[in-house]
């Protein structure tokens, strides 16, 4: 099994071939199975959102929001950076979400 990090520089490395994402999603898949993967993770997963700031990967992105998600990290700053950085649908979807969610509490 590998370990966090070479799954995390694959997905740092990954770009579709002829439009297919399935090597990305396996990619998570992978990741995901690794148990919480390390905070190190989300710059590397916000970095996806930036090489590919108009896409949702034919829905593979969906599974890096929802991951992100589901982590136990506080993680709005570093995505307010990336979306500064490299402004995304998938990025401006989760602000969007973070802040719905801030308001229903």
């Known amino acids: 099994m590998r370990q966090a990090a070479q799954v995390l520089h694959?997905?740092?490395q990954f770009h579709p071939v002829?439009?297919?994402w399935l090597a990305?999603?396996?990619l998570l898949g992978e990741l995901w199975s690794l148990?919480?993967?390390?905070?190190?993770?989300?710059?590397?997963?916000f970095g996806v959102f930036?090489?590919?700031?108009?896409?949702?990967?034919?829905g593979v992105l969906w599974l890096i929001?929802?991951?992100?998600?589901?982590l136990p990290y506080a993680y709005d700053a570093l995505l307010t950076e990336s979306y500064r950085r490299c402004p995304s649908e998938m990025a401006e979807i989760m602000l969007a979400?973070?802040?719905?969610?801030v308001a229903a509490r």
Request: charged share 30%; proline share 12%.
């Open 10 to 12: 694959d997905i740092d």
């Open 18 to 20: 002829d439009g297919h």
């Open 24 to 26: 990305l999603d396996d």
């Open 35 to 45: 148990g919480t993967p390390p905070p190190e993770s989300l710059p590397v997963l």
């Open 50 to 58: 930036e090489r590919f700031p108009g896409d949702d990967g034919a």
């Open 65 to 70: 929001v929802h991951g992100i998600e589901s």
């Open 97 to 101: 979400r973070l802040a719905k969610s």
